[in-house]
């Protein structure tokens, strides 16, 4: 199956109307980027700015970074790679088509060229939505939407904690912040919304929790771009996330606008709760 946090977001996006500009690490030589390269071509998504081999690199064949993912019962997922200690961009970062005033985000996978490539798009006049970006210094500014999981920052099952580690996120960088906690719903807040835990909207089948995270962040880029207020983001992204849980894989299925909006209109007690 194809995944990686960049794919599965554009490709919610794709399918949902919008016109994504995907790019990340190069695809590699090895026989798993045969099957990536179809993945990518079956779901439609761009791929000029995906490269089989970086300039500057190995001459041989090199491999493609490859995840097994086990899910168990309950629907959570542990996943081990390979190959990813090796990515390069597949285009230099300075190349990258930054567009002012449109929308720019990233995961910090490729460790230095992400943030390269955050700071070039804010530089830009880009907006910015950064995702796993976790360490004591980041190129992280005011204005900017950050969004990670309990799986690296705060603690699993404590919303206290998880509110009091938001809280001083948002006090170091002025951003707007979401640090999601699975099945637990999620902690979000800026400068002006009250820092504050969010329920999770009930899965109707909890098959695999695989991508969760990217269905999310599709969901809230898919409401800033058309600019919606933030608790109608915020309603959009946990119904699709939540969706997302009742099927195997990242990308296998991308829930349907009218699924997601059918979801928050059935449980309204959830819905209001996302109002300031």
Known sequence: MLGGEAA?????????????????????????????WSALRAKK???????ALPEGRQSGPMLSPVCDVYITPDGQ???FGTGFGRMGPGIPVSLLPYVEGSWFTAESNMS???????????AAGMKVYVMDFFRDEEPIEEN????????????????????????????????????????????????SHPVRM???????????????????RAGMLHGLSRGWAIPDCLRFAAAAGCLKCGHFGATSHVPPIADIEHLITENPDVAAQYER
Do not use: H
Not at 20 to 25: D, F, I, K, R, W
Not at 45 to 51: A, F, G, S, W, Y
């Open 198 to 216: 969010y329920p999770p909207f009930p899965a109707p089948d909890m098959v695999d929790s695989t991508g969760a995270g990217d269905m999310f």
């Open 112 to 122: 230095g060229p992400s943030r390269d490539a955050v700071r070039a798009a804010a």
């Open 77 to 79: 997922r542990t996943m």
């Open 45 to 51: 998504l761009p791929v000029e700015n995906l490269r």
């Open 144 to 191: 900017m939407f950050w969004q990670s999981s309990t799986d690296w920052v705060g603690v699993r099952g404590n919303t206290q904690r998880n509110v009091r580690w938001v809280k001083d996120w948002v006090a170091k960088y002025g951003c707007f912040a979401i640090l999601s906690d699975g099945p637990n719903g999620f902690v979000a807040g800026s400068p």
């Open 8 to 36: 599965n977001t554009a490709t919610a996006l794709l399918q949902w109307g919008d016109a994504p500009v995907l790019t990340g690490n190069a695809i590699g030589t090895s026989l798993e980027s045969d099957v990536l």
